[in-house]
């Protein structure tokens, strides 16, 4: 089982990044996948959140409407849409799911300059 993450970077506020978690060793329609970050110094928050069913997501307040989840289960890969986005998003983003929630993608850098 593997979870590989990507697109972040270094974007100016009001910008947007998308970024992509590729999974490997199950079905992604099968399982619940989601988004946190993670700063220096505070605990991994969660950013975004998927069903197993792609029928309903949850977001931090602090991303509604700004933060899109969504995934492609041809291509196993759950994105995570960040649109307007604000130095304070600047973290580590990682992915993270599987039958029972129980792995973690490697993160991502994603830093947002004022």
């Known amino acids: 089982v593997q979870l590989q993450a990507s697109g972040g970077g270094l974007v100016q506020a009001g910008g947007s990044l998308r970024l992509s978690c590729v999974t490997s060793?199950?079905?992604?329609?099968?399982?619940?996948m989601g988004w946190y970050r993670q700063v220096p110094g505070k605990l991994r928050e969660l950013v975004a959140h998927?069903?197993?069913?792609?029928?309903?997501?949850d977001y931090a307040d602090s991303v509604k409407g700004r933060f899109s989840i969504s995934r492609d289960t041809a291509k196993n890969t759950v994105y995570l849409q960040m649109n307007n986005l604000k130095p304070e998003d600047t973290a580590v983003y990682y992915c993270?799911?599987?039958?029972?929630?129980?792995?973690w993608g490697q993160g991502t850098q994603v830093t947002v300059s004022s």
């Open positions: 998927i069903t197993a069913g792609g029928d309903a997501s």
């Open positions: 993270r799911g599987g039958p029972s929630y129980e792995h």
């Open positions: 060793g199950y079905i992604l329609g099968r399982v619940s």
